[in-house]
């Protein structure tokens, strides 16, 4: 009979987990993930660090090695907008501006009159 107290039928026995590891090996092209030999058991995983890219490699149910590729998709950054120039010619337009501001001015001026 077993003992009651170490008795725990929802226990998980850690030590019976299987090795889950796949097969890992950096390259630095499909050519040598295209060459290299693996065994028909689990799926291999070759790096490309370079080119941006993983890929998979295993034997198929006929016999075939399957290749594919994966490729890095990186989102393009938001660029800050650019100020929008309509002229080149900068000196006019700061001239253009500078007058405006003596028109603002004036009437400032003249509102400050007509309140006081």
Known sequence: MYDRNNFNPYQYDFQKQYNNNLPCKAVTSIDEARAAIIDAFSPHIFVDLANKKIY?????????????????????QEKPPEAIVESKNYDIDIEILKDKIKELETQVKKIEKGVK
């Open 56 to 76: 998979t490699k295993q034997i198929t149910n006929n016999g075939t090695a399957l290749l594919q590729e994966y490729n890095l998709y990186e989102p393009e």
